[in-house]
């Protein structure tokens, strides 16, 4: 019973990630994710195609444009160390994509580490074959927080 009880365990721990089920969620899951790598690396090269260049970015310390956020990520101003993702949630409207991620979000700001719980919502449009972001907003939460699916 044990064995069948830390497989299924296993099982559940290990599917998380790959709760996506069309190819464009999929797509869209792993776009998301490779958008929070490239953040903590500074990679403007590979943000500035992703983010449409009207989109809005919506922080606890205000709201701006593209141009001032690729500013933000390349001077390190805020610099986005690690976003561990807990649970993510996506919705395809369309050429539209919704993506809901909760996440422990640690961050180098004024000198000091600090770390948040968010849940973060990025839209996303399908541009002929390409995802650009529209818009990110960063909610804050408390670590009880779940995303109803």
């Known amino acids: 019973m044990k064995k069948i009880l830390f497989g299924l365990v296993l099982l559940v721990v290990t599917s998380t990630g790959s709760f996506a089920q069309s190819s464009e969620e999929k797509e869209v899951y792993q776009l998301s994710m490779d958008k929070w790598q490239w953040m903590a690396e500074k ?6 195609p992703l983010f449409h260049p009207e989109a809005k970015f919506v922080h606890m310390s205000g709201t701006w444009t593209t141009a001032r956020e690729l500013e933000i990520i390349e001077t390190g101003s805020i610099w986005y160390k690690n976003a561990k993702v807990h649970d993510t949630a996506i919705k ?11 996440i422990t979000l640690t961050t180098y700001v004024r000198g000091s580490d600090v770390e948040n719980e ?3 919502t990025e839209v996303y449009q ?9 818009a990110l907003t960063f909610s ?3 670590d009880t927080h ?3 699916k």
């Open 43 to 48: 990679d403007v090269e590979k943000l500035t």
């Open 92 to 102: 395809i409207f369309g050429n539209t994509a919704v993506v809901w991620n909760r």
């Open 118 to 120: 968010f849940t973060v």
């Open 126 to 134: 399908k541009e002929g074959a390409d995802w650009k972001m529209l």
């Open 140 to 142: 804050s939460v408390r």
């Open 146 to 148: 779940q995303i109803e």
